[in-house]
């Protein structure tokens, strides 16, 4: 039997989110994913993953880089529409049913809960600019993690297509992979 054991400051990522990708390494029967993950990664992702408990966010990285190139061959806007299909996904989860329309200001309350749900590090946080555009920040995070913020972006689009009821534009103004001091994507709509 593996038994993980979690150092109290070690970056952590909650199996909610590690499930996603967790899948689908499972699902690929062809052995690439055992050529590009550890001994180690092999063990975590064989388990069973739990929703709440919490799992190493180093062979999460691992095994998120591993997918993005095999199953989106590194392309950004496959990447991206990843992050929209598991967004959606995971909202149609969550709420079964119509999204109950509220604030702004608490649909950026709402999506930025998720973050700290599912990080035991970093933070994000959001501000409306105008009527139809919002800014969402990712900060103190793992600034050289491209595909990363792609997939947020993408996850953002669909939380916000749902919530807002409209379909939303996402891009990034800044880019701590291009050396901003954090990533900050806008989120537009038209009235």
Not at 53 to 58: K, V
Not at 105 to 126: A, C, P, V
Not at 164 to 190: A, H, M, P
């Amino acid at each position: 039997m593996f038994i993980l054991v979690l150092s109290e400051n070690m970056k952590k990522i909650k199996g909610a989110l590690f499930k996603f990708f967790v899948k689908g390494i499972r699902a690929n029967k062809s052995g690439i994913y055992e050529t590009m993950l550890s001994e180690e990664d092999m063990k975590i992702v064989n388990q069973r993953i739990l929703d709440a408990a919490w799992y190493p966010y180093e062979t999460f990285k691992n095994c998120f880089n591993a997918v993005i190139k095999v199953f989106a061959k590194n392309d950004i806007n496959i990447t991206t529409k990843m992050g929209y299909n598991a967004g959606k996904e995971t909202i149609e989860r969550l709420y079964q049913g119509p999204m109950m329309k509220r604030e702004l200001s608490e649909g950026i309350r709402s999506y930025n809960s998720l973050f700290k749900l599912w990080f035991n590090f970093g933070h994000q946080h959001g501000e409306i600019i105008s009527e139809n555009e919002i800014r969402i920040s990712i900060e103190e995070f793992d600034p050289e993690f491209k595909y990363f913020y792609y997939i947020a972006m993408g996850w953002m689009q669909s939380f916000f297509d749902v919530y807002i009821g409209k379909k939303v534009e996402t891009n990034f103004i800044e880019k701590s992979w291009d050396g901003d001091n954090r990533t900050t994507i806008k989120i537009t709509w038209n009235s």
